[in-house]
């Protein structure tokens, strides 16, 4: 249950990475996180994919029925700057968590050691102000071209974090087009939803203000401004890019209302942090006509079953 009359600063991280080089980019965002957390945030939410990168307009060598070696090597270069969970780099996320004393949300790329060695996946984390990591959610189902580079989440990531200042959780970029991967979400009293993403389109403001009414929550939308320019000399020379514009990703982070009202944003064409307080009353007073799980279900018609077991390969059976 929402606390009565709590407020919660939060702030929107709209920034490229340093690309493909991880610890720069860790860098980075540790000095984006101290600089909010210096104007008051309590609660603190960076873009999909940020370290190490979103590999916008690259096609990694990959057409249909074939890969290049030059393709590979960026996979390689890709696969060795991904995020080890837990590893050197969550350490370092959780040690400035706790210097500012904030809650922390930073997508990441994720190579999941216990699942697959050679397998990445778009990946969440949530970090509590202590610096322990509270949890994560892997995305369910990459997009597109996406899927030739990352591996799909099971239902076992389908993660809300239960704080002081109400429940914070979310989906990543287009999974917020699955109306069941949504309601899973509402049933678990998401209050401050998280929507990092991609998608730079003004389709998708009507998406956030969607999701905020739909459910009755905070929804805090989070993209990168990214250039061609700001891809590593190496790469920048692949044809991948060569009709890809200058601005690759114009932003439109954004922080709605639970009745779709735009608090903050959308940010466009530059690099910036949206801040907003939020007054966590409001969830329940706008719940008042409408709760989708409550008043306003049917179960009686509808009805969904959602699998929270860890999905893998190999199971290892007992011999005896």
């Known amino acids: ?16 990475p340093v690309l493909f080089d991880r610890e720069a980019t860790v860098e980075k965002a540790c ?5 909010a957390a210096a104007q008051g945030a309590q609660f603190i939410l960076f873009p999909e994919a940020y370290i190490p990168a979103y590999p916008r ?16 090597r960026v996979w390689q270069n890709y696969w060795e700057n991904a995020v080890e969970v837990p590893g050197p780099t969550t350490k370092k996320l ?3 968590a706790k210097k500012t004393n904030v809650y922390l949300a930073m997508g990441i790329i994720e190579r999941d050691m216990e699942r697959s060695t050679g397998t990445l996946y778009c990946t969440l984390l949530y970090y509590g102000p202590d610096g322990r990591l509270l949890g994560k959610h892997q995305k369910l189902k ?6 030739l580079i990352w ?10 974090i239960q704080t002081e200042f109400g429940n914070i ?3 990543i970029c287009w999974e917020n087009y699955m109306p069941l991967a949504r309601m899973a979400m509402y049933h678990k009293a998401v209050e401050v939803y998280l929507a990092p993403t991609a998608d730079a389109r003004d ?11 739909e459910g009755r929550c905070f929804v805090l939308g989070c993209n990168q401004y990214m250039t061609k320019e700001m891809y590593p000399d190496d790469l920048k020379n692949l044809k991948d890019l060569d009709e890809q514009p200058e601005i690759m990703c114009r932003g439109g982070s954004a922080i709605i209302s639970p009745l779709g009202k735009v608090l903050a944003g959308p940010l466009y064409d530059q690099e910036g942090i949206l801040f907003a307080e939020l007054d966590l009353g409001a969830i329940a007073r706008s719940k008042f006509d409408f709760d989708v799980v409550g008043h306003y279900a049917r179960p009686d018609v509808f009805q969904l079953i959602v699998n929270e077991k860890p999905s893998s390969s190999v199971v290892a059976g007992d011999n005896k």
Request: hydrophobic share 35%.
């Open 1 to 16: 249950m929402t606390p009565k009359n709590k407020h919660l600063k939060v702030a929107v991280v709209q920034a490229a």
């Open 57 to 72: 307009g690259l096609a990694f060598g990959t057409v249909v029925g074939s890969r290049s070696p030059v393709g590979r």
């Open 31 to 35: 000095g984006l996180i101290e600089q």
């Open 94 to 96: 959780g040690e400035v």
């Open 151 to 160: 591996g799909e989440g099971d239902g076992s990531t389908l993660t809300v």
């Open 203 to 213: 389709t998708w403001q009507a998406t956030l203000r969607h999701i905020a009414c």
């Open 142 to 147: 990459p997009t597109a071209g996406e899927r």
């Open 169 to 171: 959780g979310g989906l």
